[in-house]
């Protein structure tokens, strides 16, 4: 079992940054497969970017170039760095983890990019 808690979110402005932390408790966290989704209301909840237990990662082509992702397993914890944002960022984000069929979720931080 794996719990996770986003934070970092909040209100910026377009071409401003954020750091979004998202703390997993429980056992295993090295073992998993970690990744930020996104999600605005009324649409599907989109991949941002993954990293994989191996430390490779993926990024969504809307974010490449501008955000990276990268975890720290000794503190059981992974990060998004969020550059150049931009309006069409603002979502929610969520952190999940995954192995096999398994996957947990966080509850969600707000970001908001607005002048």
């Known amino acids: 079992q794996v719990q996770l808690v986003e934070s970092g979110g909040g209100r910026v402005q377009p071409g401003g940054s954020l750091r979004l932390s998202c703390a997993a408790s429980?056992?295993?966290?090295?073992?998993?497969?970690m990744g930020w989704y996104r999600q605005t209301p009324g649409k599907q909840r989109d991949l941002v970017a993954r990293?994989?237990?191996?430390?490779?990662?993926d990024h969504a082509d809307s974010v490449k170039g501008r955000f990276t992702i990268s975890r720290d397993n000794a503190k059981n914890t992974m990060y998004l760095q969020m550059n150049s944002l931009n309006p069409e960022d603002t979502a929610v984000y969520y952190c999940?983890?995954?192995?096999?069929?398994?996957?947990?979720w966080g509850q969600g931080t707000q970001v908001t990019v607005s002048s």
């Open positions: 990293i994989f237990r191996d430390g490779n990662t």
């Open positions: 999940c983890a995954w192995l096999s069929t398994t996957n947990y």
């Open positions: 429980g056992r295993g966290f090295s073992f998993y497969h």
